[in-house]
């Protein structure tokens, strides 16, 4: 045995079994074993080596993608023998591959497999997991798989957030354009519906009142802006103690190229491509506790009023209903007496005489 990795473990006049350790692609092919008796025996043995594919490796989500844009994603395996599988999954999802491809390795033992996928991404899909897993005989119950995140570019979105959310005259006010997306707005332009000049452009998403007064009043619209596109953000501010309303959102319907040019021609053209159906809610009045507090007690006097008014109505009918003149027999007797002295004797004894017993034998 010239081969330090064969081994011969058994030899008997009926059995002779050697081993094959490191087994390579080269190991494959037929085994002749004699036994040089009379007559000579000898059999043959095919060994087959499987070649283990490689972990896959996925290509073309390098760069991120436009939403709405077609994703196409390659998945290859290369030292597989026989040729392996290939399959692929979003999340959980399981996706079809466009086709799979199968290229003999410079061997001229393995195979290398290539899988396709073409999907359409949405904003939804960014930071979506795509899997490409392999599947080969030589692996038995274990996998090899590959996981890459998609990075997908899609329009920024915006509100404006007030601190604090009830704002009152005097009190410093900080208007915060949050703006999201992918990428996220770096340019914010600030403005007040009816002023010429914009009141603030920069990278600063916040704009701030050190000491509100009643000629702050009015709409303030955000514009933020990112390579994919402007959004536009309004917010209705009232000093009178009432409380401001955040307009709907309008997304900016231009393409990010023609956003881009936009932006570059400063602020002016930038409201060229403003919704002009653009629509707010009326700013509603805010309670003050002062008044809150007035309303507490008018509604406690408006009680105890109530509760007087009641005990007097009671009263007066009670005394209406035992009001009169009353008339008792205290007296009976009196009224033919000449005297005090006679009118006492027949008072006394009239209510007893005044019914007569009569008694009837049968």
């Known amino acids: ?51 283990i594919p490689q972990k896959p490796q996925i290509f073309g989500h390098e760069q991120p993608i436009d939403e709405e844009k077609i994703a196409r994603l390659t998945c290859r395996s290369s030292g597989s023998k026989p040729a392996a599988q290939l399959r692929w999954k979003k999340g959980n999802k399981e996706l079809t591959d466009e086709g799979t491809e199968v290229v003999e390795d410079p061997n001229g033992k393995t195979f290398t497999v290539s899988s396709r996928v073409e999907f359409r991404v949405t ?35 915006a509100k404006i957030e007030p601190h604090p959310q009830y704002p009152r005259e005097g009190e410093k006010l900080q208007l915060q354009c949050d703006g999201q ?17 914009p009141l603030q452009l920069s990278s600063d998403s916040v704009l701030i ?33 009432k409380r401001g309303h955040r307009a709907p959102t309008i997304t900016q319907l231009l393409p990010p190229a023609a956003a881009a040019s936009a932006a ?47 005990l007097l109505i009671v009263l007066g009918h009670y005394l209406i209903r035992h009001k009169g003149t009353y008339l008792t027999h205290e007296a009976k007797g009196s009224d033919d007496a000449p005297d ?22 049968i």
């Open 1 to 51: 045995l010239r081969d330090n990795r064969i081994q011969l473990e058994r030899s008997t006049p009926n059995e002779l079994t050697i081993s094959i350790s490191d087994v390579v692609l080269s190991d494959e092919g037929e085994y002749t074993c004699s036994i040089f008796t009379m007559p000579v025996r000898t059999a043959k043995a095919l060994v087959t080596v499987l070649g």
């Open 123 to 157: 904003k939804e899909d960014n930071e979506a997991e795509v899997t490409c897993t392999v599947d080969h005989e030589s692996l038995q119950n274990s996998e090899r798989s590959t996981t890459q995140k998609l990075q997908v570019h899609y329009k920024p979105t």
């Open 181 to 197: 997306g992918n990428p996220i707005p770096q340019e914010f332009l600030w403005e007040k519906e009816g002023s010429d000049a």
């Open 209 to 241: 009142f050190p000491f509100l007064n009643k000629s702050d009043s009015g709409t303030y619209v955000c514009t933020a802006t990112s390579s994919m596109g402007s959004v536009v953000a309004k917010y209705n501010l009232d000093v009178s103690g």
């Open 264 to 310: 570059q021609q400063g602020p002016q053209h930038l409201l060229s491509v403003f919704s002009p159906f653009a629509v707010w809610a009326d700013a509603s009045p805010v309670p003050s506790t002062s008044s809150t507090y007035h309303a507490v007690i008018g509604g406690v006097v408006a009680v105890i009023v109530f509760l007087l008014l009641s």
């Open 340 to 361: 005090a002295d006679t009118a006492i004797i027949n008072a006394e004894g009239g209510q007893a005489s005044s019914d007569d017993k009569k008694e009837y034998f």
